[in-house]
């Protein structure tokens, strides 16, 4: 096991004043700094050679590993392992070659601000991501903290609120926490016009009028929702199909035949850092699913233009794999194989075709083979009646 050479600095607003002693020590005795121009404006006169983030960003380990043998220290802002820069580093450098030195989180200092319990709330960064990957977490009476990306975010974040209902949910940013110029700005989304620092962290508690959205995070999104030219997973079958999935934190799905990314769109809001890959063909219902994934807040959908099973080749290995169009015994055998332990597989079939082929895999691989049958009320000329949809045949199975 290596010896540890690199340090890990949280740095706050109030600098060097705010570091404990044996931290000071460890900066003071630094041969390499390496941070942002905040970080190294905010640590005073060292006498370490200064290094900047380099460009792009990814070749940050390139650059940390080539001062190995030399005191390095890396400078981030507040908790380094808590939406920063020191997770990153440690999923590339032994940890056992790393000592972090945490200092109070932009999350932990707005929740005081706020006189919220931490434990109450949910945290959040759109920094260096999309912003609308926020609007999945706008519920009823839920406090968010959120990180933001620069100056224009609040505003952002208050249109979204308002478009979906939450115009009265009421925003607070905060500024240079810690420091001498700290400042704070409170409004209310649908009124929201504050000019704001670049650096700030958002405290949003959201409130919904009586015709709120309601988009939950559980599988079951109205249909209505989504772009669609028809072809979709209706809500109730896509309900189930979610549950047969299993979204799990950071778990990647693959939907073959995507469409319009209902099943997609679901399974990333379903879990935190879920990821997914939709192959669809048409490029038509790939622009609805790029829709649908920003307006319900998974942007980072990935679409690929292209038929299966050779579309699959050369993708990330799945957690899960949903066919919901393009079934055949032989787009099974590539996503199956693909698949990872304890993955989970579920194909829906809608024509007598397609549930011939699932006929044929069930008798061949074992599963659970069910049929859906949904019926909707809907008016009869003055009366009400049952409508049915089309039966779904739906095939799961896990590998073990």
């Known amino acids: 096991m290596s010896d540890?050479?690199?340090?890990?600095?949280?740095?706050?607003?109030?600098?060097?004043?705010?570091?404990?002693?044996?931290?000071?020590?460890v900066?003071?005795?630094?041969?390499?700094?390496?941070?942002?121009?905040?970080h190294h404006q905010l640590s005073g006169s060292l006498s370490a050679t200064r290094v900047a983030w380099p460009s792009p960003f990814d070749a940050l380990i390139d650059v940390l590993t080539s001062y190995r043998g030399k005191r390095v220290v890396v400078l981030a802002t507040g908790d380094p392992l808590w939406f920063s820069v020191g997770a990153r580093i440690g999923r590339s450098i032994?940890?056992?070659?790393?000592?972090?030195?945490?200092?109070?989180s932009a999350f932990q200092l707005a929740a005081a601000r706020m006189?919220?319990?931490?434990?109450?709330?949910?945290?959040?960064?759109?920094?260096?991501?999309?912003?609308?990957?926020?609007i999945a977490y706008i519920q009823p009476d839920i406090k968010l903290l959120i990180l933001t990306t620069g100056a224009e975010t609040p505003a952002q974040i208050a249109t979204f609120l308002t478009e979906r209902g939450f115009g009265q949910s009421k925003i607070t940013v905060l500024a240079a926490m810690g420091g001498k110029d700290e400042q704070r700005f409170d409004g209310i989304a649908s009124e929201w016009s504050?000019?704001?620092?670049?650096?700030?962290?958002?405290?949003?508690?959201?409130i919904a009028a009586p015709d709120a959205a309601?988009?939950?995070?559980?599988?079951?999104?109205?249909?209505?929702?989504?772009?669609?030219?028809?072809t979709m997973t209706k809500q109730e079958v896509r309900a189930v199909t979610l549950a047969k999935l299993m979204p799990m934190r950071g778990?990647?799905?693959?939907?073959?035949?995507?469409?319009?990314?209902?099943?997609?769109?679901?399974?990333?809001?379903?879990?935190?850092?879920?990821?997914?890959?939709?192959?669809?063909?048409?490029?038509?219902?790939r622009a609805m699913a790029a829709a649908n994934a920003l307006a319900l807040g998974a942007p980072k959908l990935e679409l690929i233009d292209g038929k299966v099973p050779e579309a699959l080749s050369g993708l990330d290995a799945p957690d899960a794999v949903f066919i919901g169009g393009g079934l055949s015994e032989a787009v099974f055998d590539a996503a199956w194989?693909?698949?990872?332990?304890?993955?989970?597989?579920?194909?829906?079939a809608v024509t007598l075709e397609s549930e011939a082929v699932l006929f044929a895999l069930h008798k061949k691989h074992g599963g659970q083979l069910v049929k859906l049958q949904v019926n909707r009320a809907e008016p009869v000329g003055s009366l009400t009646g049952w409508r049915p949809l089309m039966p779904v045949t739906q095939w799961s199975l896990i590998k073990r």
């Open 337 to 348: 194989e693909a698949l990872r332990p304890l993955g989970r597989l579920v194909a829906n």
């Open 4 to 25: 540890p050479w690199l340090h890990i600095v949280g740095i706050g607003e109030d600098g060097m004043d705010g570091l404990v002693p044996a931290t000071r020590a």
């Open 214 to 230: 309601l988009l939950p995070r559980v599988p079951g999104l109205a249909d209505e929702l989504f772009q669609s030219d028809g």
């Open 115 to 134: 006189g919220w319990s931490m434990p109450d709330v949910e945290t959040l960064t759109v920094h260096g991501r999309p912003v609308q990957q926020m």
């Open 94 to 104: 032994d940890p056992a070659e790393i000592i972090y030195h945490p200092q109070l």
């Open 27 to 38: 900066l003071e005795a630094a041969e390499v700094i390496i941070g942002g121009d905040r």
């Open 194 to 206: 504050q000019e704001v620092p670049a650096f700030n962290t958002m405290a949003v508690e959201c």
């Open 251 to 285: 778990a990647l799905l693959w939907d073959i035949g995507t469409g319009c990314g209902s099943v997609a769109v679901e399974w990333m809001r379903g879990a935190r850092y879920a990821r997914a890959i939709g192959i669809e063909p048409r490029a038509d219902r």
